[in-house]
């Protein structure tokens, strides 16, 4: 079956779209990494190959199966995993790198882990023992990588706390501006909805990064929490930071006239997500 949209070629126009249609989307974060080099280690790759034949089987249950990758490292490496799981389950899908994936942060340089550090530093979280290693560290791995995991984890919970609606220290763009990168992307696949062959069955499968995830998910919290401002929404509000191929479940679904609903779940959330809301 060709699918306008997700297959080559165009749905003719004399079947019917949009109706009873389901696109069911795993947003999740690239597998386990080495922090030391950033490279994802041959456990995680092997974890998520476990994961993809134990969530998608030969994939029979779906008129369509899809991945989109980060075009940064950790996406591309990504793909091991899938092309592995492609030859052994012989389900019949590609892979298509999404930018969208990363949200800004390839546009982000050298000045942004700076401004990090020195705040982690002013806040006590920092020791200069730390800061004088990553700053070291710099030297020999791109400014863009995370010094360990705990600086990781600092620095996410920093941004996502207060760096929401205010522009991101070293950068030109707010955590809002960057969640509505990937929230294009979704949009994007909520529209498609209406333009596939009707009772069609969907899944696509998003590898993306942490800090990104977190982002989008702060994003539709506070779509179904008007009454809060960005600064009163915590990382533990929001379900805590994303672990490796770990996200949250976003299902597009129509009904017999064709009406949208769209839900997402990550942990103990259970969000409505609309696409003609913006913050």
């Known amino acids: 079956?060709?699918?306008?949209?997700?297959?080559?070629?165009?749905?003719?126009?004399?079947?019917?779209?949009?109706?009873?249609?389901?696109?069911?989307i795993d947003l999740i974060r690239h597998p386990e990494k080495d922090p030391a080099t950033g490279k994802l280690t041959q456990n995680g790759k092997d974890a998520f190959f476990a994961q993809l034949n134990s969530d998608l089987g030969d994939g029979k249950?779906?008129?369509?199966?899809?991945?989109?990758v980060s075009p940064l490292s950790r996406g591309q490496e990504a793909k091991e995993s899938i092309n592995r799981?492609?030859?052994?389950?012989?389900?019949?899908?590609?892979?298509?790198?999404?930018?969208?994936?990363?949200?800004?942060?390839?546009?982000?340089?050298?000045e942004f882990k700076e401004a990090i550090t020195s705040i982690l530093e002013q806040k006590g979280q920092l020791t200069k023992e730390q800061?004088?290693?990553?700053?070291?560290?710099?030297?020999i791995i791109p400014a863009h990588e995370p010094a360990s995991k705990d600086f990781e984890t600092k620095t996410n919970e920093l941004l996502l706390s207060e760096f929401f609606d205010t522009i991101i220290p070293g950068t030109s763009?707010?955590?809002?501006e960057h969640a509505e990168v990937l929230k294009g992307l979704i949009d994007h696949f909520s529209e498609l909805t209406s333009r596939l062959k009707s009772g069609s069955k969907v899944k696509l499968v998003l590898v993306s990064h942490s800090g990104v995830?977190?982002?989008?998910?702060?994003?539709?919290?506070?779509?179904?929490?008007?009454?809060?401002?960005?600064?009163?929404?915590?990382?533990?509000?929001i379900g805590g930071l994303v672990d490796f191929s770990q996200g949250p479940e976003i299902n597009i679904s129509s009904d017999d006239k064709g009406?949208?609903?769209?839900?997402?779940k990550f942990k103990n959330l259970d969000l409505v997500y609309d696409p003609n809301i913006s913050l």
Not at 61 to 68: G, W
Not at 215 to 225: A, E, F, G, P, S
Not at 231 to 237: A, F, N
């Open 213 to 237: 995830i977190e982002y989008l998910t702060k994003y539709v919290y506070l779509q179904n929490h008007p009454e809060l401002k960005a600064g009163d929404v915590g990382v533990d509000d």
């Open 85 to 110: 799981f492609m030859e052994v389950s012989g389900v019949n899908t590609s892979i298509r790198d999404g930018k969208e994936l990363v949200g800004k942060f390839q546009d982000v340089g050298s």
């Open 61 to 68: 249950e779906y008129d369509i199966v899809k991945f989109y």
């Open 131 to 139: 800061v004088d290693a990553i700053r070291e560290r710099d030297t």
């Open 259 to 264: 009406e949208k609903k769209i839900s997402f």
């Open 1 to 24: 079956m060709k699918v306008h949209g997700f297959e080559s070629g165009v749905t003719p126009e004399s079947i019917e779209k949009g109706i009873n249609v389901n696109v069911s």
């Open 173 to 176: 763009f707010t955590g809002k």
